[in-house]
């Protein structure tokens, strides 16, 4: 599984680092990512789960950093 997340504050990731840590214990081999480093498109082709992890800030903005791919 993939797990994708985007912050501006570090929630996010860390929140995604927590969740990956309970998969591996129960078995799993996730791989925690920024969001800027994946498209939409290339997650078609991997074939596997992803898990999105992104907290808003102010008035429900995205994070800056998810702001490409959710164009």
């Keep these: 599984m993939l797990i994708l997340f985007a912050t501006m504050t570090g929630n996010a990731e860390d929140a995604a680092e927590m969740i990956a840590k309970r998969l591996k214990k129960s078995g799993h081999e996730p791989t925690v990512a920024n969001i800027e480093k994946h498209s939409p498109t290339g997650l078609l082709d ?3 789960p992803v898990l999105f992890v992104v907290s808003t800030w102010g008035e429900g903005e995205p994070p ?3 702001i490409e791919f959710w164009e």
């Design 64 to 66: 800056d950093e998810a």
């Design 46 to 48: 991997r074939g596997q």
